[in-house]
């Protein structure tokens, strides 16, 4: 998704939009641009599309100076990435500029009156509506006439205004994530905390409707929806303790793989605190034990990777609390019927807890009345502020696209609740809890000794840098892990991968394996191997290459695979958190064997802010 910085203060803006532009730039994009206020007072605009460096090689020996600017990275959404459609846009004067993210649902009305009325477009942009819009409204004061602008304005965005004649920035934000960072005699405004880690760790998170006036001294917050005006001081200053080395790459190639190998501490980080050496669970919810308890149904809602440990989490809290537990997908959640009772219990999980079918899934929830509790792993974000009840995943900031260190600690996190809710509801006895406390307590070190093996890993990836396809099969707990494996593949890949619960293979996909296509099966889940193993006959039948993941000590598994992995053998729910890390490893090696751009890959952004 687009990529939002700006500043006002002592220093050079040129030089600190384009750094910070890089801190942003894990989130996706496609063109690039900055305008600063210059020392004659001119607004100096310079874009361009494609990579950073095409913009960077422009501001070589021609970085604009002044003290104020904003900075923007585009993910396209209407219009291609062009010279043209990248931002800031600017009105008919030439004293406005403004940079978005998100998307304004009406700009073609609005686009036409404004040709109506006069004003002359250049792009094919609906950010450029903004520009124009605010012009119409200008009589001297930017933020009013943002203000009386947005009113006309429907969609979610975040956006940032700058006018040539004025010494403030005017931010605004509507269902898409937006910061204020606080310095001294400076201040800054980005789309998310690790691009400004350099600078603050004081932030303002600007709510829903917040439209807030930023000069190097100064910062006033008001509304420009319905309600009363909010005074900057009595907003919550954020202090966050995500540190800048944690968002640097410590010599790695790429953020994936440091964040992969960042998991046994990912791991200790989540659990401690709340998981006692004696197996005691302390998770200090916002939501009363009472609330849990009279929770009669319980749904799991997410997207991508966190859907994933949506549907592990609906297997093991079905067993652990013995309720039904649905997992849903949070696009399909929030525009069907879903039937909640105000009784249940609605998690939200989201690594980046600004999702907006997420966020809209939780508006959902509190419709219906009923309680909700995020899973996330961003302080302050909008899921977290919105819900009755937050549980950290204590994975750092995430940076590479594809989440992996998020996804190990959303597992943990899950682990870790169905044991409180299982205690709290007096049903602990339905499973064989010390071994599973054993297991977890196990887990940092385990996925150590998996890292360890990472030339074996590589080994695997190697085997099918060729192919167009590759397939993975699970059962049970292990049917979401095979899904996140596929997942992982192709989006870095770009190796077409599919998962299936082994069962269902044979119910059609089976028609497209052949001689050689590789086939991934996870099979920790022992209740459930010798099933699988029936469906790796029938696919080995069809002469696939199996790769076969199985708990060290299982039997009579080599001769059904091509390769076997054998992980460190631990409790049953835990074994998929361990199943994950070498499909992360396959995945990352295929991607750098294939010479993908492995944190970056194409058409995908890290934080997905529109619908
Ligand atoms: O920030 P969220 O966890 O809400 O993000 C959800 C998905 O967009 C995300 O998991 C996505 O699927 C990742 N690219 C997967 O690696």
Redesign the pocket.
């Known amino acids: 998704m687009c990529g939002i910085v700006s500043y006002v203060g002592s220093m050079e803006a040129g030089p600190f939009l384009v750094e910070t532009l890089e801190n942003l730039a894990y989130r996706g994009y496609d063109s690039a641009g900055i305008a600063v206020v210059n020392s004659s007072g001119e607004l100096v605009i310079e874009k361009a599309p494609g990579k950073l460096e095409e913009l960077e090689k422009l501001l070589a020996n021609n970085m604009p100076t002044g003290t104020m600017g904003v900075g923007h990275t585009r993910w396209a959404t209407h219009g291609v990435p062009t010279y043209i459609n990248a931002h800031p846009h600017m009105d008919c004067s030439g004293n406005i500029v403004v940079i978005q993210n998100g998307i304004i649902e009406n700009y073609l009305p609005l686009k036409e009156k404004l040709i109506a009325e006069g004003h002359q477009f250049v792009s094919q942009t609906d950010t450029e509506v903004l520009a124009h819009l605010v012009e119409k409204h200008y009589q001297g004061d930017l933020k009013e006439a943002v203000k009386k602008a947005l009113v006309e304005v429907q969609g979610s965005f975040a956006l940032v205004f700058m006018h040539k004649d004025e010494r403030y920035l005017v931010a605004a934000r509507m269902n898409a994530p937006l910061i204020i960072g606080l310095g001294y005699g400076e201040n800054y405004i980005a789309s998310d905390i690790p691009a400004l880690l350099s600078k603050t760790n004081k932030f303002y998170i600007l709510n829903n409707g917040d439209i807030v006036k930023v000069a190097e001294d100064i910062i006033e917050v008001d509304t420009f929806v319905d309600g009363p005006p909010i005074s900057a001081s009595n907003r919550h200053i954020s202090i966050v303790d995500w540190t800048v080395e944690e968002t640097s790459k410590k010599g790695y190639q790429y953020y994936m793989l440091k964040e992969i190998t960042e998991q046994p501490r990912v791991v200790h980080n989540t659990t401690k605190g709340r998981l006692s050496p004696k197996g005691d669970v302390k998770l200090d919810l916002a939501v009363t034990d009472e609330h849990l308890r009279r929770a009669k149904r319980i749904h799991l809602v ?5 859907y994933h440990a949506c549907i592990y989490g609906k297997y093991i809290l079905e067993e652990m609390l013995g309720l039904p537990v649905a997992a849903d997908i949070a696009s399909e959640f929030r525009y069907r019927k879903p039937v909640v009772h105000p009784r249940d219990l609605v998690v939200l ?7 907006a079918d ?1 966020l809209a899934s939780l508006d959902t929830a509190r419709e219906l009345g009923a309680t909700s509790l995020a899973i996330t792993n961003v302080q302050g974000s909008s899921i977290a502020r919105h819900s009755d009840s937050v549980l950290y995943t204590y994975a750092g900031p995430e940076i590479a ?3 992996t260190k ?1 996804f190990i600690a959303q597992l943990t996190v899950l682990l870790l609740l169905g044991l409180y809710l299982s205690d709290i509801r007096g049903v602990s006895s339905k499973i064989d809890r010390k071994q599973l406390i054993k297991g977890l307590n196990r887990l940092p070190s385990d996925i150590d000794s998996l890292l360890a093996r990472q030339e074996e890993f590589k080994g695997l990836a190697d085997q099918i840098l060729d192919d167009e396809h590759c397939y993975f099969l699970g059962r049970n707990l292990d049917e979401p892990i095979a899904r996140e494996g596929a ?2 593949l192709k ?1 870095i890949s770009y190796i077409h991968a599919e998962a299936y619960a082994a069962g269902e293979l044979k119910h059609g996909t089976i028609a497209l394996v052949e001689d050689g296509t590789p086939v991934v099966a996870i099979m920790t889940q022992e209740s459930v191997i010798e099933k699988t193993l029936s469906n790796v006959q029938e696919v080995r039948a069809r002469q696939a290459r199996v790769f076969g993941l199985v708990c060290e000590g299982t039997q009579g598994i080599e001769e059904h695979c091509t390769s076997t992995i054998y992980l460190p053998r631990s409790h049953r729910m835990v074994m998929p958190i361990m199943a994950t890390v070498p499909l992360q490893l396959l995945a990352y090696y295929a991607a750098l064997g294939r010479g993908c751009d492995v944190d970056q890959p194409r058409n ?1 952004a890290k ?2 802010t529109v619908e």
């Open positions: 997410a997207c991508g990777t966190a999980v989201s690594q980046s807890g600004e999702t997420t696209v594809a989440s998020a997942l992982k989006e995908l934080s997905v």
